[in-house]
């Protein structure tokens, strides 16, 4: 989920994990987890299918574990082996941590990295071409599909795009190829910035995408043989204000978060939003068990040059009723 700034951060999004045991581990996480580091500003937040909560910094390119029972941060991918970590996404059935290794001066080329979930090596890199700048992941249909929310300091503008990533064996990272699924017009808005950010797949025939500078939301339907059909732009009652991380609680309704503060859901038949609740300058959101659990990254302060509120947390509420 990118979106530390511009000249500083992008974000996260992906997909919902199965249902982990009802608060994996036995015991329930507690109310706020806390992420170490005065520089972490926490982008992206996943979830195996086990419960295991996984927390990147978009400054840092660090990668903390939160294992189910335990709640205590331990380092998954040291300082120093991303330049900067953007999105995040834990793929079970490959046994890998996917990454957006980014560089926030946008000198480095991004690349979308594969990390093995039970020894932290690195299994795979793949660069995004054309000086793409990988914001968040998702799995579609057992496809890589990241958001390229594009390197603002380019002129003339580059365009936004969906970038989807094909291996041999879908039980493996490695020997894969990444290329262009959609670089629909819908993506890029002329005021320049970062792009789309957030990416989500519905489970069914759709994946959805929220560009960081212009907020808004946008469905990209898929067709029968897996290419992208023309995307449109869902209407929303209001504009969203620096949309981040999403997912998708179900096929119709979409968590969004959005850096001012708010997490909403929204029904994207209608575009109708509702309120969840309120954080510090949130980044991104996970569903595990029986939990929502919501990355306050503080990247307006980051992008800002202010100094963060510490320590930077996770805030786990309980999913409502019926989610």
Same mark, same amino acid.
């Given at each position: 989920?990118?979106?530390?700034?511009?000249?500083? *951060?992008?974000?996260?999004?992906?997909?919902?994990?199965?249902?982990?045991?009802?608060?994996?581990? #036995?015991?329930?996480?507690?109310?706020?987890?806390?992420?170490? $580091?005065?520089?972490?500003?926490?982008?992206?937040?996943?979830?195996? &299918?086990?419960?295991?909560?996984?927390?990147?910094?978009?400054?840092? *390119?660090?990668?903390?574990?939160?294992?189910?029972?335990?709640?205590?941060?331990?380092? =998954?991918?040291?300082?120093?082996?991303?330049?900067?970590?953007?999105?995040?996404?834990?793929? !079970?059935?490959?046994?890998?941590?996917?990454?957006?290794?980014?560089?926030?001066?946008?000198?480095?080329?991004? +690349?979308? +990295?594969? =990390?093995?979930?039970?020894?932290?090596?690195?299994?795979?890199?793949?660069?995004?071409? !054309?000086?793409?700048?990988?914001? !968040?992941?998702?799995?579609?249909?057992?496809?890589?599909?990241?958001?390229?929310?594009? !390197?603002?300091?380019?002129?003339?503008?580059?365009?936004?795009?969906? @970038?989807?990533?094909?291996?041999?064996?879908?039980?493996?990272?490695?020997?894969?190829?990444?290329?262009?699924?959609? &670089?629909?017009?819908?993506?890029?808005?002329?005021?320049?910035?970062?792009?789309?950010?957030?990416?989500?797949?519905?489970?069914?025939?759709?994946?959805?995408?929220?560009?960081?500078?212009?907020?808004? @939301?946008?469905?990209?339907?898929?067709?029968?043989?897996?290419?992208?059909?023309?995307?449109? +732009?869902?209407? @929303?009652?209001?504009?969203?204000?620096?949309?981040? $991380?999403?997912?998708?609680?179900?096929?119709?309704? @979409?968590?969004?978060?959005?850096?001012? #503060?708010?997490?909403?859901?929204?029904?994207?038949?209608?575009?109708?939003?509702?309120?969840?609740?309120?954080?510090?300058?949130?980044?991104?959101?996970?569903?595990? $068990?029986?939990?929502?659990?919501?990355?306050?990254?503080?990247?307006?302060?980051?992008?800002? #040059?202010?100094?963060?509120?510490?320590?930077? +947390?996770?805030?786990?509420?309980?999913?409502?009723?019926?989610?």
């Amino acid at each position: 989920m990118l979106a530390a700034a511009l000249g500083a *951060g992008l974000a996260m999004v992906a997909v919902l994990p199965t249902a982990a045991a009802a608060d994996a581990g #036995g015991a329930r996480p507690p109310a706020t987890l806390v992420v170490p $580091g005065n520089n972490y500003h926490p982008e992206s937040i996943t979830a195996a &299918a086990n419960g295991d909560l996984y927390v990147a910094s978009i400054t840092t *390119g660090e990668v903390v574990r939160f294992r189910a029972g335990v709640w205590a941060a331990e380092t =998954f991918v040291p300082v120093g082996v991303n330049l900067g970590t953007a999105g995040v996404l834990v793929d !079970d059935v490959r046994r890998v941590l996917w990454t957006c290794d980014i560089d926030l001066s946008f000198q480095q080329p991004t +690349k979308l +990295k594969a =990390f093995n979930l039970r020894t932290g090596a690195a299994v795979a890199s793949y660069t995004v071409p !054309d000086r793409g700048v990988c914001a !968040d992941i998702v799995l579609v249909r057992g496809d890589v599909f990241i958001t390229d929310t594009v !390197d603002p300091t380019v002129q003339p503008a580059l365009p936004g795009r969906i @970038l989807r990533l094909t291996t041999p064996s879908r039980a493996s990272a490695v020997g894969g190829t990444l290329s262009v699924w959609s &670089a629909d017009p819908a993506f890029t808005e002329p005021t320049g910035g970062l792009q789309i950010n957030g990416i989500a797949y519905d489970g069914r025939n759709a994946v959805y995408t929220t560009n960081y500078s212009s907020g808004t @939301l946008v469905r990209v339907g898929i067709a029968p043989d897996g290419s992208a059909l023309p995307a449109t +732009k869902v209407t @929303l009652p209001r504009t969203l204000q620096n949309p981040d $991380g999403i997912r998708m609680l179900d096929a119709y309704r @979409l968590l969004v978060t959005e850096n001012p #503060g708010p997490l909403s859901v929204i029904d994207v038949r209608t575009g109708a939003i509702t309120l969840v609740g309120t954080f510090d300058q949130p980044t991104s959101v996970v569903r595990s $068990g029986g939990s929502l659990f919501v990355a306050e990254g503080q990247v307006l302060r980051l992008q800002q #040059g202010q100094p963060p509120n510490l320590p930077f +947390k996770v805030q786990r509420i309980p999913a409502p009723l019926g989610w």
